[in-house]
């Protein structure tokens, strides 16, 4: 069943919709490589939580997997701000594709930048290369995951991860709350896993690791992510005072 892609602007941000009132992406037009929506944000908070872009040599990210493209927003910022990054997208929708080209400023693809249309979750079992940054936000036009929210999808992307692997989801939209989609996670990595609070939209971005552990102290993530901001303009200090005021820093320190 094909996607219908509808495009709206309002107060200078373009706004990416199936078929219904749902964001499913937003572009500001002056700043086309930010990332507008604040749950897009979150999801880039591996780069506190890993050695890479906010360090010196920022080797961290160097390959990228982003299931679902939306607006493109994680694929430009990731290809702007990460020079070292190879990115790979699968989106199953070519007219989204078609859309993010027409409206959206996505890059053309090159050495280190590739599109494959097909399923994400199909991609991910059939296809054995890793990945040190999965980005997971892909849904339908009623804001469901299907496959991207299983067990076998979670435990299969965990094989796929390199040393230094991190996985970032989306969970908003799952029918009945995101607990049971976290449990999922938690399972397939070993506990290895947390959500961050829950963003103004409702969106609840879920963080998990494989490889070598996670340990940042509050006063840490708060160095980096104003190092963060310094260098992108991607300010997460928010979310840092979020995690410690939702307790879910327990000791002030973040392990993973």
Known sequence: MSTPIDISEEGGVRYLHFGSDWVQGAMRIRKPNALELAYTREM????????????????????????????????KFVYHNCPQARIKVVEIAPQVVAAARQFFKLPAE???????????AQY?????????YVLVDGFDR????????????????RSRLSDRGLMA??????????KASLERIITAFDDRALAFPSVDSGNVVAFAAAGEPIERSLAELRERAALLKWGTGLDLLPTVTRLEQAGTVPGGVLML
Request: hydrophobic fraction near 45%; glycine fraction near 12%.
């Open 44 to 75: 880039m908070a591996g780069l506190l939580l890993r050695d890479g872009l906010v360090d010196d040599p920022g080797e961290w990210p160097e390959d990228v997997l982003i299931i679902g493209l939306g607006a493109a927003s994680l694929a």
């Open 169 to 178: 989801v989306n969970l908003f939209g799952r029918s009945r709350g995101y």
């Open 142 to 157: 009623n804001a469901r995951a299907g496959a991207l929210d299983t067990l076998p999808f979670y435990q299969a992307v």
């Open 124 to 132: 991910v079992l059939e296809h054995d290369r890793h990945f040190d």
């Open 110 to 120: 090159d050495a280190r930048f590739s599109i494959h249309v097909g399923c994400g």
